[in-house]
């Protein structure tokens, strides 16, 4: 019999999957006290890590990435295999009133085995652009929220989709709310320390060498991710800067509400959370993203006016010096950042957490 109460979130591989899904997920608990969460993980460090500060179940399910099944499909197949029988098994043991994807490859069998056992499927699509995992799924399920305007047009089913925005979470958005944002607070936040983020740290430590005057009345907190925290942290020290380094911020909404310029990759989750709580930012898009999602993302907003645009390409002295031109302009400049702050707000959807809630409430078992 169908558990009324009880949904079940799949997916995940990064904080950009997830932390969409604990938005949904703790809006579903406060309108539901009595719902049962589960989020059925890849099993991931960074997934446990995210899931274990939240009060949800989670189950780790053994199964190969996507990259693996294709270069390997012999031994990949039957694992894959494997991992949707359980899935299904589980599914079938307590049924989920709702199954929602939330991207990457880890959320396939999940939304398989919800097709396969009739049960309604809503995904969560990030990006503009849908990647291979979603582009897939969205043929089986019920509806697909979209993060941009435009993401029918990409690669999805155009009736099935609903332009929602991407669900931030709540605590960004109470940190914020609360803080004091009639002055902005002189604090550069940079987030290095996501997958593919490397070349970020190097240039902005190349440009702490060469230009390490424009940052004596700046606070900067660096997030380096755990394999460049040691070397950077050293680097940091023999300076005479207000550098904090570390590599996970596990309290990123106290961070951002003392933050007045971010620098960072076009994750799609981290524009969403920049523009619903009004942050100006420069954004280098990962340019090994699939289906170079990362730049369209970042595009969005830059169109727009609330991000400064600066692609990698190939990295080296012409990617170092374009990153040092655009940096130097923002922290020279206070009221360039307030206004596109200002046209950071317009682009944000800060209630999309709600919309995408409200649509795995309707739906009902086919």
């Not at 604990?22 to 991931?44: D, H, M, N, W, Y």
């Not at 199964?63 to 294709?70: E, G, I, K």
């Not at 550069?188 to 190097?202: D, P, T, W």
């Not at 509400?257 to 619903?276: D, K, P, Y």
Request: hydrophobic letters at 35%; one cysteine or more.
């Amino acid at each position: 019999m169908e558990n009324l109460h009880r949904y079940l979130f799949c997916g995940g591989g990064s904080g950009g999957h997830l932390f969409p899904g604990i938005s949904v997920a703790q809006e579903i608990k406060a309108r539901q006290p009595q719902s049962q969460i589960c989020f059925l993980t890849t099993g991931r460090d960074i997934e446990r890590r995210i899931l274990d500060d939240s009060e949800f179940e989670q189950i780790p399910i053994d199964s190969v990435t996507s990259s693996q099944l294709m270069r390997n499909p012999v031994v990949g197949l039957p694992s894959f295999i494997g991992a949707a029988r359980r899935v299904r098994s589980l599914m079938r043991e307590n049924p989920p009133r709702v199954v929602i994807g939330l991207g990457g490859f880890g959320s396939v069998p999940g939304i398989l085995a919800a097709m396969s056992l009739r049960i309604p499927a809503v995904i969560l699509e990030q990006n503009v652009i849908a990647g291979r995992a979603n582009s897939l799924l969205g043929l089986f399920s019920n509806r697909i929220c979209t993060s941009f305007p435009h993401s029918r047009e990409m690669r999805l089913p155009k009736v099935r989709c609903e332009w929602t925005g991407n669900p931030v979470r709540k605590e960004i958005l109470e940190a914020t709310a609360s803080s004091n944002d009639t002055k902005p607070q002189r604090q550069l936040l940079v987030l290095g320390g996501s997958q593919g983020a490397h070349e970020i740290n190097r240039a902005f430590r190349d440009f702490c060498s060469r230009h390490g005057e424009l940052l004596s009345d700046w606070t900067v907190i660096h997030q380096t991710g755990k394999s460049d925290q040691k070397e950077f942290q050293e680097f940091y020290n023999s300076m005479p800067l207000n550098i904090t380094c570390s590599d996970f911020i596990d309290e990123m909404g106290r961070e951002l509400s003392r933050t007045s310029l971010v620098i960072s990759r076009a994750g799609a989750t981290t524009l969403a959370e920049l523009a619903a709580i009004g942050l100006p930012a420069m954004v280098i898009p990962d340019p090994n993203s699939i289906r170079n999602h990362q730049y369209l993302n970042a595009n969005y907003y830059a169109q727009r006016g609330g991000v400064d645009l600066v692609e990698e390409e190939h990295g080296g002295e012409e990617f170092y010096s374009r990153f040092h031109r655009v940096l130097e302009s923002l922290l020279n400049d206070s009221d360039k950042l307030t206004k596109m702050a200002k046209k950071q707000r317009e682009s944000g959807k800060p209630d999309a957490t709600q919309r995408v809630v409200d649509i795995i409430l309707s739906q009902r078992k086919l």
